[in-house]
């Protein structure tokens, strides 16, 4: 089992930047896939950004390539999104997910655990 705890959410501004943290405890990250997903109120949770745990390979939705960068921290067992250039529509409730497959990284289900996830709000 891995317990998985996001933190770092909170309000700002468009264009500022937030860095969300994803702990995880029960078991090393070491052999994980990671992502990050988002869910707005009335949508479906979709894609944010996904890596191996060596951090060869990494994946982003189009919508915030250029201004979101995954990370992890293998050694702390930590996952992180560094958002640059927010914008309003990246307003969601902010979901890290640990997994076994690069080949589907943008599907839900190739995801075996998930955390409760962290509110970002972005004004305007």
């Known amino acids: 089992q891995v317990q998985l705890v996001e933190s770092g959410g909170g309000l700002v501004q468009a264009g500022g930047s937030l860095r969300l943290s994803c702990a995880a405890s029960g078991r090393s990250l070491r052999n994980y896939v990671m992502g990050w997903f988002r869910q707005a109120p009335g949508k479906e949770r979709e894609f944010v950004a996904a890596s191996n745990w060596s951090e060869t390979s990494s994946r982003y939705a189009d919508s915030v390539k250029g201004r979101f960068t995954i990370s992890r921290d293998n050694a702390k067992n930590t996952v992180y999104l560094q958002m640059n250039s927010l914008k309003p529509e990246d307003s969601a409730v902010y979901y890290c997910?640990?997994?076994?497959?690069?080949?589907?990284?943008?599907?839900?289900?190739?995801?075996?655990?998930w955390g409760q996830g962290t509110q970002v709000t972005v004004s305007s």
């Open positions: 997910a640990a997994g076994g497959s690069m080949v589907y990284y943008y599907r839900k289900g190739a995801y075996d655990y």
